[in-house]
Antibody
Framework: QLQLQESGPGLVKPSETLSLTCTVS??????????WGWIRQPPGKGLEWIGS???????YYNPSLKSRVTISVDTSKNQFSLKLSSVTAADTAVYYC?????????????WGQGTLVTVSS | QSALTQPPSASGSPGQSVTISCTGT?????????VSWYQQHPGKAPKLMIY???KRPSGVPHRFSGSKSGNTASLTVSGLQAEDEADYYC???????????FGGGTKLTVL
């Protein structure tokens, strides 16, 4: 059973870069033909797909965030990461890492517990 | 504004059935049979309930079913139970430009 766990600062200053890491356990991040994704949820609001990375390294981003997002994978640590630059208060949200059980970019079977990131000075 | 449109709320009494709609366009819901539904209880991560329009992951009760007609997908919960009270989100594959889009969510209340 795959398990995902987000980690990173809970507070980021406006205009700085938000950085989060997702640690995968119960399976190898590089052994499956799989996507690894980031999804966020502002307080009291709905879900927004941020982007995904294929195990081979190919990346796919939400067009509305593409200019500010970088997703990367570190196979040696079985982790993948999210960087979101030039953050504003609108980026305050619970950030989830998630992945499917099959090679489907749009399906998320496994989720981390989520981590709240607040953008404030 | 979310890419997919869901009603903000839905409700039903225990034992009844309720259907939640998810309306997209011919570029997402209407174009692909890749609609998923997620259940989210307060303070918890979403849980996949339906994938590929109508398939249930292992462990999801048969009371949950999905369907699609044109640009609108639907989630039906039959035999409502108290534990079904939650927020429900639909999502769809949206092609090689937008990839994944979500609905705004529907709060299901069991009366």
């Amino acid at each position: 059973q795959l398990q995902l766990q987000e980690s990173g600062p809970g507070l980021v200053k406006p205009s700085e870069t938000l950085s989060l890491t997702c640690t995968v356990s119960g399976g190898s991040i590089s052994s499956n033909s799989n996507y690894w994704g980031w999804i966020r949820q502002p307080p009291g609001k709905g879900l927004e797909w941020i982007g995904s990375i294929y195990y081979s390294g190919s990346t796919y981003y939400n067009p509305s965030l593409k200019s500010r997002v970088t997703i990367s994978v570190d196979t040696s640590k079985n982790q993948f990461s999210l960087k979101l630059s030039s953050v504003t208060a609108a980026d305050t949200a619970v950030y989830y890492c998630a992945s499917p059980s099959v090679a489907a970019i749009d399906q998320f079977d496994y989720w981390g517990q989520g981590t709240l990131v607040t953008v404030s000075s | 504004q979310s890419a997919l449109t869901q009603p903000p709320s839905a409700s039903g009494s225990p034992g009844q059935s309720v259907t939640i709609s998810c309306t997209g366009t011919s570029s997402d819901v209407g174009a692909y049979n890749y609609v998923s539904w997620y259940q989210q209880h307060p303070g918890k991560a979403p849980k996949l309930m339906i994938y590929e329009v109508s398939k249930r992951p292992s462990g999801v009760p048969h009371r949950f079913s999905g369907s699609k007609s044109g640009n609108t997908a639907s989630l039906t919960v039959s035999g409502l139970q108290a534990e079904d009270e939650a927020d429900y989100y639909c999502s769809s594959y949206a092609g090689s430009n937008n990839f994944v889009v979500f609905g705004g969510g529907t709060k299901l209340t069991v009366l």
